[in-house]
């Protein structure tokens, strides 16, 4: 088999699977599932700017499975318009655009050294014994065909994951090795995002860190009686939170000795949602954890989508704008100050989905009682909706040079200032501002 039929074939699978390095924070489009006092209904929702990474049947690059089937046969027949379809055989091959920490976009190649697995996990498109054609790839291959698609332009960084063949630790060495590879032998300096296997050793995170820019292994559920739920062989803590624990305390301790460009690499994970029984609470505080103790840059959420010929296949999908809220909330406990306690879960430990957390907050603490923004702190200035930390730092520079007075003055400053206007006292007063309309 050829190396771009085996990219095309594990990208086929691929485009199952959470879309991570993805824009994560775009607004889901359509309709909001929201529960009523009556039991039930519908309220619409307004559509986001941007294609949502987590809708269900979709990639990480926004094409489904047939779409991406109907561009290969027009690429390869000669039929349809050949710009949109070379565009989406570079999707079937697992090429993505990516967002990196950043928050620039780059193309991406999204693949496993296999799609063989001897893991079972119920939500996987790769899970053992689920009936579809599988690929492999030897570390020379797949640094060879990385490098010939990255000096053709149509790649610029690689996010290599694998499934599990023969055990975490020999998998993660044949990842390892195509990393070195492409580090040493081709000189490679560009964008890599190395996967950690489950099981996998402690040097062997090192060495992982060593040559990557970005390390990660999946979570994938809050705790360990959850994850049992979706994938009963996995063990959360020795096999999946250590890792991540020893990743941190290496770069604690240690230098970056080895380490490409002289520096750790971020650290994530990710987490499936809705698979499993898990309230929003249940997940907040392990992403708590994980990003004030630990330290990752950064959690993935990923609403759960059933896949075909897997044990969750008739499980119904999760509402997308519960992923959503998800992003909205976990950046407040990681950039914004907020504690588990200040996020407004319902009785059932789960968030509102038609209001994002921090406009909820907003309005049960600073609807009677205005915040002066002449004279807040960073801190009390993050709480306010419209202000984020690049507005508070602006707010509290030009403080130093006058008082605000008008809600132009926020303008001026690009503080979404309707959205902070009901929440705020300027120079003593509530500024004046017209209601958005329901």
């Not at 809705?274 to 959690?299: P, W």
Request: with cysteine; hydrophobic share 40%; charged share 25%.
């Amino acid at each position: 088999m050829e190396a771009l039929e085996k990219l095309e074939l594990i990208g086929s699978q691929m485009s199952l699977e959470p879309a991570e390095d993805a824009d994560a924070v775009a607004r889901p489009p359509g309709l909001v599932h929201l529960p009523s006092l009556s039991g039930g209904g519908l309220r619409e929702a307004l559509p986001g700017s941007l294609a949502d990474p987590g809708l269900h049947g979709r990639g990480a690059c926004g094409h489904s499975p047939a779409e991406m089937r109907a561009a290969m046969q027009a690429v390869t027949r000669g039929g349809g318009d050949p710009a949109p379809s070379l565009e989406r055989k570079k999707h079937s091959l697992g090429i993505s655009h990516a967002t990196l920490p950043d928050g620039r976009k780059m193309p991406m190649l999204k693949t496993l050294l296999t799609s063989a697995c001897e893991r079972d996990c119920y939500y996987c498109p790769f899970r053992a014994r689920r009936n579809f054609r599988r690929a492999t790839f030897k570390p020379e291959e797949m640094a060879q065909v990385y490098m010939q698609m990255h000096r053709a332009g149509a790649v610029e960084g690689l996010f290599l994951s694998s499934g599990v063949a023969g055990g975490g630790v020999r998998t993660q060495d044949r990842l390892l090795d195509t990393a070195d590879i492409l580090r040493r032998r081709y000189e490679y300096r560009g964008y890599l995002h190395l996967k950690l296997m489950p099981g996998v050793e402690r040097e062997q995170v090192r060495r992982a860190m060593q040559l990557a820019d970005r390390v990660s292994i999946n979570l994938e559920a809050p705790s360990t009686e959850r994850l049992a739920k979706l994938a009963p062989h996995k063990v959360f803590v020795e096999e999946l939170l250590e890792p991540l624990k020893w990743a941190h305390q290496i770069r604690q301790t240690e230098a970056p000795q080895g380490a490409v460009f002289g520096r750790w690499p971020s650290l994530v994970t990710q987490f499936v949602v809705g698979a499993a029984g898990e309230n929003d609470l249940e997940i907040l505080t392990t992403t708590a954890y994980l990003t004030k103790q630990l330290r990752l840059a950064r959690v993935y959420f990923s609403a759960f989508s059933p896949v075909p010929d897997t044990p969750l296949e008739n499980l119904a999908p999760e509402n997308p704008w519960r992923e959503h809220r998800l992003y909205q909330a976990s950046f407040l406990l990681r950039d914004y100050g907020f504690e588990l306690e200040d996020l407004p879960f319902t009785p059932q430990g789960r968030l509102p989905l038609e209001m994002d957390p921090k406009l909820a907050w907003a309005q049960q603490n600073l609807q009677d009682a205005p915040l002066e923004l002449n004279r807040a702190d960073r801190g009390e200035l993050l709480r306010v909706p419209g202000i984020g930390p690049k507005g508070a730092d602006a707010i509290l520079a030009a403080r130093r040079k006058g008082r605000l007075r008008d809600l132009r003055d926020l303008k001026a400053l690009g503080i979404l200032a309707a959205r902070a206007a009901p929440f705020i006292l300027l120079d003593g007063r509530r500024p004046a501002y017209q209601p958005a309309l329901l």
